[in-house]
């Protein structure tokens, strides 16, 4: 589990495809620090598995279903990306609960400089917007980030210029794609409306069998 909080900025060094997948090898330093064989580190928000690492670099293998629902598709060496460390049971939870678990891709849309701040815009697909809300919480390539306004599938979001600077935000270009988990806060509250293994959700006429009207 992660917080959001990009730690570091690091540099796609390869990223090689083969028959059941692709290996991806990330140079950094600071989240080596403490790393281990086995150890989960977000690569621009998808949870990933350490093999190899070294001083420099650490190396993951990526499944076939990371590579059809995220956009590492679109990596290639010399690629920024946004790094976390597991979260530990002393981690400060600066952002929101991140799975790193991607949910869909996302199409950035514009930029625009506001003072300071930043406001960013992304496209996103219609099945994913029901749980998205004004102010709520979003991982957008792993950052942590607050929901300024949504209509329809377009999601505008407000940056502080710390987290715009120091993540691959800053790099994005019209039509680029980014990887988006929504709020898995969302996802269970719908699960505990539906009832009878889904078949039934919870609705007034539901409510008037149960006596609640």
Do not use: W
């Not at 390869?14 to 064989?37: P, W």
């Amino acid at each position: 589990m992660f917080t959001g909080i990009i730690e570091e900025l690091g540099k796609v060094k390869s990223f090689t495809h083969h028959s059941k997948g692709a290996v991806i090898q990330i140079e950094c330093q600071k989240v080596l620090s403490d790393a281990k064989i086995g150890d989960s580190i977000s690569i621009n928000g998808c949870c990933q598995t350490i093999v190899r690492f070294d001083n420099c670099s650490f190396t993951a293998d990526v499944s076939d279903e990371t590579l059809n629902v995220t956009n590492f598709n679109k990596l290639k060496s010399g690629d920024n990306v946004n790094l976390e460390r597991a979260i530990t049971p002393s981690t400060r939870m600066g952002g929101h609960i991140v799975q790193g678990h991607i949910d869909c891709t996302g199409k950035f849309l514009k930029s625009e400089k506001l003072s300071d701040f930043y406001n960013l815009t992304f496209e996103i697909p219609y099945n994913k917007t029901k749980y998205i809300v004004q102010k709520g919480s979003i991982a957008i390539n792993g950052v942590s980030l607050t929901v300024a306004d949504i209509e329809r599938n377009i999601v505008k979001i407000a940056v502080i210029p710390h987290t715009y600077a120091n993540t691959v935000l800053n790099c994005l270009k019209p039509d680029d794609i980014v990887n988006i988990e929504t709020d898995i806060i969302g996802k269970y509250i719908e699960k505990f409306l539906l009832v009878d293994n889904n078949i039934n959700t919870i609705n007034e006429e539901f409510l008037k069998e149960n006596g609640f009207v």
